[in-house]
């Protein structure tokens, strides 16, 4: 059996909740304004595509550690499509990866990027059962 994680989230009044996480750090999470609360923390579907965009990260930092390369700076710019019927879904999702630098090895990053998306990135395998992902490697020389 696999490892289990367990999380426990309780509500703080309002439309506020404070949620502890394995490593040993809470967030808050709060609904806007326009749904009763106050904006006072992490909306829940977007706190999902920070974890997409994490998880890979993570990867490839990883990766690029392991391959010594020059990457001046590295980002995930990571857009996707709610739906416009409840339950509101991402049903389409887009993610960006970008390298910033003057000496950067493009096919080992790109080959960083492919072994997270397709072999490591448990997240980015959540996403691909009810999204449509289309995965960007944007290099800024």
Same mark, same amino acid.
């Given at each position: 059996m696999g490892t289990t994680n367990h999380i426990t989230t309780k509500w703080v009044g309002g439309m506020a909740f404070e949620s502890?996480? #394995?490593s040993g750090h809470d967030l808050r999470i709060d609904a806007g304004p326009d749904d009763g609360g106050e904006g006072s923390?992490?909306? #829940?579907k977007a706190l999902m595509l920070s974890a997409l965009a994490g998880c890979s990260g993570l990867d490839v930092a990883s990766l690029i550690k392991k391959m =010594? *390369? =020059? !990457?001046d700076d590295f980002h995930i710019e990571t857009i996707a499509n709610l739906t416009d019927e409840h339950p509101k879904y991402y049903d389409a !999702?887009?993610?960006e990866y970008h390298f910033h630098g003057k000496e950067l090895d493009e096919k080992k990053l790109q080959r960083a990027v492919d072994l997270s998306v397709e072999k490591y990135c448990g997240v980015m395998e959540m996403f691909r059962k009810f999204? =449509? *992902?289309?995965i960007k490697t944007i290099f800024h020389q």
């Open positions: 502890n996480n #394995p923390g992490f909306r #829940p =010594k *390369l =020059k !990457v !999702v887009t993610i999204a =449509k *992902l289309e």
